[in-house]
């Protein structure tokens, strides 16, 4: 699950910094934490990033669970990049938006966007082995992460339920969610909350 909406997503969203919740953020994971309970988790894991922390928080109280922090679950790292405002660099950055939708996956996820930026590889690689390690953890388990967006964006994209092409500027709002499956090894995108993608399943 994305955290609630934070300093860095409003009024100007940023790459990357430790931002902590917006009034509206807080409100967020409250509402949140009353639609999850549906759901019974046996564990709550969370970035270490002050507004995933935050969001955890909430909804680990409402769950009476403690939070259980994995450094490879923060945000990408952004590199020269931390702390700009996104809408400020499209010009600069035009040519790597167009290849990222133009280009193969297999080359684009190679791609270094700018120097010290996380590559899709990068992220999909220490993300991957993390939730691994937690369901081979938790077998037949309901656990809930919370995280973010750009990791989030990069799963559905290297699961092959998206592209960038077909996302065009389709955003992940914060507190939606992707519920997996797992045997331990592959994942399986069973529902989609927060983003306007429609599963295949869902498509007839």
Do not use: C
């Not at 940023?14 to 949140?32: F, I, M, N, V």
């Amino acid at each position: 699950m994305r955290h609630g909406q934070s300093k860095g997503n409003h009024p100007i969203d940023t790459y990357g910094l430790d931002r902590e919740l917006t009034e509206k953020g807080h409100q967020q994971a409250k509402e949140a934490a009353k639609n999850l309970k549906r759901f019974k988790f046996d564990a709550i894991f969370a970035s270490p990033l002050v507004r995933a922390q935050q969001t955890a928080k909430i909804i680990a109280e409402e769950h009476k669970l403690a939070i259980l922090t994995k450094d490879a679950l923060k945000e990408r790292y952004h590199g020269v990049l931390e702390g700009k405002g996104i809408d400020e660099l499209r010009d600069e950055l035009k040519k790597y938006y167009e290849m990222r939708v133009n280009l193969p996956y297999d080359k684009w996820k190679k791609v270094v966007m700018a120097k010290g930026r996380e590559t899709d590889e990068e992220v999909i690689s220490r993300f991957l082995t993390t939730i691994r390690e937690i369901a081979v953890a938790y077998p037949g388990k309901n656990v809930l992460i919370i995280g973010h967006v750009s990791i989030m964006i990069t799963l559905l994209i290297h699961l092959g339920i998206t592209t960038y092409k077909e996302l065009g500027g389709k955003k992940f709002e914060n507190t939606g969610y992707i519920k997996l499956k797992t045997d331990g090894i592959d994942f399986f995108v069973e529902e989609l909350s927060g983003i306007d993608i429609k599963l295949k399943n869902e498509q007839n």
